[in-house]
């Protein structure tokens, strides 16, 4: 499975963005799908997750303000942010894991201005 995240950049506290995470490969539908954050130095930080069957989990930070959904048909994975926070700042990575399988995309950077 290759994973490619677009939609990151720059934006102030306060607003939105949306990143979308495409797949290549068969079988997507049967995929955990996740979006994570690395700080340097540390390790990837779940920030939400979809099971097969629409299931959602989020970390605590997050809750109330994004949104993570998946499109089978299109392959892809979406994560809408609201209400952005400077603490939201990182590099936001797409996963995809099945048993004990898992696949990262390159990653897409996320700065929010204060």
């Known amino acids: 499975v290759r994973l490619v995240e677009s939609g990151g950049g720059l934006v102030q506290a306060g607003g939105s963005l949306r990143l979308s995470c495409a797949a290549s490969?068969?079988?997507?539908?049967?995929?955990?799908m996740g979006w994570y954050t690395q700080a340097p130095g540390k390790q990837r930080e779940l920030v939400a997750s979809i099971t097969r069957s629409g299931i959602t989990n989020y970390a605590d930070s997050v809750k109330g303000r994004f949104a993570i959904s998946r499109d089978n048909a299109k392959n892809a994975v979406f994560l809408q942010m609201n209400s952005l926070k400077p603490e939201d700042t990182a590099v936001y990575y797409c996963?995809?894991?099945?048993?004990?399988?898992?696949?990262w995309g390159q990653g897409t950077q996320v700065t929010v201005s204060s």
């Open positions: 490969g068969s079988g997507f539908s049967v995929y955990r």
């Open positions: 996963n995809a894991g099945l048993g004990t399988a898992n696949y």
